[in-house]
């Protein structure tokens, strides 16, 4: 037991544990403090390593760093090694928090860059719950936050799958949630809609408006060419455009 500062010159070994401001130590090396604090600094211009080393079977943790309250692990950074069954020299980080006291992993990193949200084995750059599969997450979607200025809407736009029970499920869903909301296409080099060109746009009605922010009707086209619209077949034979109402047909040969 050491009181008071302390100053050791050259190598230091410790059989047993390591308790700063405690006489018990719980664990090799403890610090007990209203504020402690652990601080690697260089006395050069080489960056300094903090490393957790271990040698386990592949795809297992090599080292993690816990966050308890009350001795109860609420998340942790998972460091693991590759599943190759040769080296193991790839690795992969596994983030995990809990909502009960019991941790789960909610993102990983793998050793290619890939990014998986509540998915250990994304198949792409960024990946949103589990490709394929029987189980389902509500929370499997983007929602885009607020980029202007404005407070009044909280109802954000979002991207997603979508389905419904006996339907394909593998659908694409982009919706305004706005009840005045509107999707709206735009194209150009310039960056953050600032100054590219809105080509297209679906209003909160389901009217469509082509080179037009206010369709007028369900399908409104605006150009100032002679050729707005043009019907092609690959095929010998007419084009037919087909007109509607709730009882009867009526055709149009081109």
Same mark, same amino acid.
């Given at each position: 037991?050491?009181?008071?500062?302390?100053?050791?010159?050259?190598?230091?070994?410790?059989?047993?544990?390591?308790?700063?401001?405690?006489?018990?130590?719980?664990?090799?090396?403890?610090?007990?403090?209203?504020?402690?604090?652990?601080?690697?600094?260089?006395?050069?211009?080489?960056?300094?390593?903090?490393?957790?080393?271990?040698?386990?079977?592949?795809?297992?943790?090599?080292?993690?760093?816990?966050?308890?309250?009350?001795?109860?692990?609420?998340?942790?950074?998972?460091?693991?090694?590759?599943?190759?069954?040769?080296?193991?020299?790839?690795?992969?980080?596994?983030?995990?928090?809990?909502?009960?006291?019991?941790?789960?992993?909610?993102?990983?990193?793998?050793?290619?860059?890939?990014?998986?949200?509540?998915?250990?084995?994304?198949?792409?750059?960024?990946? /949103? $719950?589990?490709? &394929?599969? =029987? !189980?389902?997450? %509500?929370? +499997?979607?983007? #929602?885009?936050? *607020?980029? @202007?200025?404005?407070?009044?809407?909280?109802?954000?736009?979002? /991207? $997603?799958?979508? &389905?419904? =029970? !006996?339907?394909? %499920?593998? +659908?694409?869903? #982009?919706?305004? *949630?706005? @009840?005045?909301?509107?999707?709206?296409?735009?194209?150009?080099?310039?960056?953050?809609?600032?100054?590219?060109?809105?080509?297209?746009?679906?209003?909160?009605?389901?009217?469509?408006?082509?080179?037009?922010?206010?369709?007028?009707?369900?399908?409104?086209?605006?150009?100032?060419?002679?050729?707005?619209?043009?019907?092609?077949?690959?095929?010998?034979?007419?084009?037919?455009?087909?007109?509607?109402?709730?009882?009867?047909?009526?055709?149009?040969?081109?």
């Amino acid at each position: 037991t050491v009181s008071g500062a302390a100053d050791v010159g050259g190598n230091l070994t410790v059989s047993g544990t390591v308790g700063i401001g405690t006489t018990n130590p719980t664990g090799s090396f403890h610090i007990l403090s209203t504020t402690p604090d652990i601080r690697l600094e260089s006395t050069t211009t080489t960056a300094p390593d903090f490393n957790l080393c271990s040698d386990r079977d592949p795809d297992e943790t090599l080292g993690r760093i816990r966050a308890r309250w009350n001795d109860t692990i609420v998340a942790e950074i998972d460091f693991r090694n590759g599943d190759d069954g040769a080296n193991e020299d790839n690795g992969e980080i596994a983030f995990k928090t809990a909502a009960s006291g019991t941790t789960t992993e909610v993102l990983r990193i793998t050793d290619i860059g890939r990014v998986g949200i509540k998915d250990d084995t994304p198949s792409s750059a960024l990946q /949103i $719950g589990p490709n &394929g599969g =029987t !189980g389902t997450d %509500t929370d +499997n979607f983007i #929602l885009f936050g *607020r980029r @202007t200025t404005d407070t009044t809407e909280t109802n954000m736009p979002f /991207i $997603g799958q979508c &389905g419904i =029970t !006996g339907e394909n %499920t593998a +659908n694409l869903g #982009l919706g305004a *949630r706005s @009840t005045s909301g509107s999707v709206r296409f735009y194209t150009g080099s310039a960056s953050a809609f600032t100054a590219a060109q809105e080509r297209m746009r679906i209003e909160s009605g389901g009217d469509v408006g082509i080179n037009t922010t206010d369709p007028a009707t369900r399908l409104h086209v605006v150009d100032g060419n002679a050729n707005i619209l043009k019907i092609e077949r690959t095929t010998a034979g007419n084009c037919v455009i087909e007109y509607a109402n709730n009882t009867s047909l009526m055709y149009a040969g081109l």
